[in-house]
Each structure stands twice: as C-alpha cells, then as structure tokens.
C-alpha cells in the first residue's frame, strides 16, 4: 500500500490521503461506506458476534445499519464546521474533535496518531488522522470498531497500518516528494 495523493477537504484544515488501492481518498471512501446499506448490512452479519457481545448493549444488525447511517451524516457535517470555525476560532479547532489516539498519551507528539469518533456516546464509528497542527488534519482512514481494542481484528490492524505509514511518511524528511509534503512545508 503506497499514498498516492492528498486531497483537501477543508483547506488549510483538514485533509485525506488516497492509497494505490483505493479509487477514492479516505475521507469519501469511508463516508460512502457508511452510508452504504449493503455493505453495513454485510459488515454488521459478518461481525454480528462482536455486535451483540454485550460491549454495545446488544443491537441488532437493522438498528445498527440506521445508526451507523446517521451518525456518519452527523460525524462529516460536524467535521467540516469544526474544520472551518478553526480558521477563525483558536478555542474551536479540530484538535478540540480529535483525541490521541492512545487513551494516556505521555506527552504531545510530532505528528501524533489521532481518531474521532460519532456523536453517539458510546459510538462504533472511528475516523482516524495524523495531527500536523491545532486544526490541521491528515485523515488516514476510518473503521468501525466493535471490540475493546484494535489489536482484535484485521479491518482494525489494517487502520493502525494505515497510520503507521502515514506518520512514517511526515517523519520522513528525505523523501520529500511524496504528495503530503506540501502540506506542512
């Protein structure tokens, strides 16, 4: 998996990396999935023992589809206002939306690995990015996680991959024409 692109979403704000095996960058790529009856409905009977392992009170694959649904509608909006009030408000940033993504971080990183989740408290939706300024973001991807941790499943190893090569790439000063590089220099 190679980054291939970046793509605004909110300029000066808040981007998204797009991978050679992606038709789309993360940001569209993971709001179509999550609002795409079909594939909740496969992602949700495919994972329906994580669904109704008690963690989410035990709901069921219809009502799951529905909340996935509108609270990714929520989660996008909310992003894009926050994105945009950052620009003019320093105590309304992105930085206030996203959390490290470690739940203790020891101290504030370079290019720290962040997530945000859906409204709903407790949510299943994660968005997942690399934090470059107060309210600069650089989404790497997104999921929805069902289990305690991320170690639990592939489609969740495979976000940390993402932001592990993501970080890797902004760390990386000797390569500096890969597209993301024109973000922070």
């Given at each position: 998996m190679e980054i291939i692109d970046t793509f605004k979403i909110v300029e000066d704000c808040l981007y998204a990396v797009q991978y050679d095996?992606?038709?789309?960058?993360?940001f569209r790529r993971i709001f179509d999935l999550w609002r795409d009856a079909e594939y909740?409905?496969?992602?949700?009977e495919t994972h329906k023992s994580d669904l109704r392992s008690g963690f989410w009170r035990t709901v069921s694959v219809v009502d799951a589809i529905l909340q996935t649904r509108n609270e990714a509608n929520k989660l996008e909006k909310e992003l894009?206002?926050?994105?945009?009030?950052g620009k003019e408000d320093q105590y309304n940033t992105l930085s206030a939306l996203f959390k490290p993504l470690h739940d203790h971080p020891t101290r504030l990183e370079t290019f720290e690995k962040n997530k945000v989740t859906g409204e709903e408290k407790p949510s299943w939706l994660?968005?997942?990015a690399i934090r470059i300024e107060a309210n600069l973001f650089l989404i790497t991807g997104g999921a929805i996680k069902l289990t305690k941790t991320?170690?639990?499943r592939d489609h969740l190893l495979k976000e940390l991959e993402k932001l592990?090569?993501?970080?890797k790439c902004l760390q990386d000063e000797e390569n500096p024409d890969l597209p993301i590089f024109?973000?922070?220099?």
């Open positions: 095996t992606e038709d789309v960058n993360e909740l409905e496969d992602f949700f894009i206002e926050i994105a945009e009030d994660r968005i997942y991320m170690n639990d592990d090569l993501v970080q024109e973000l922070i220099f």
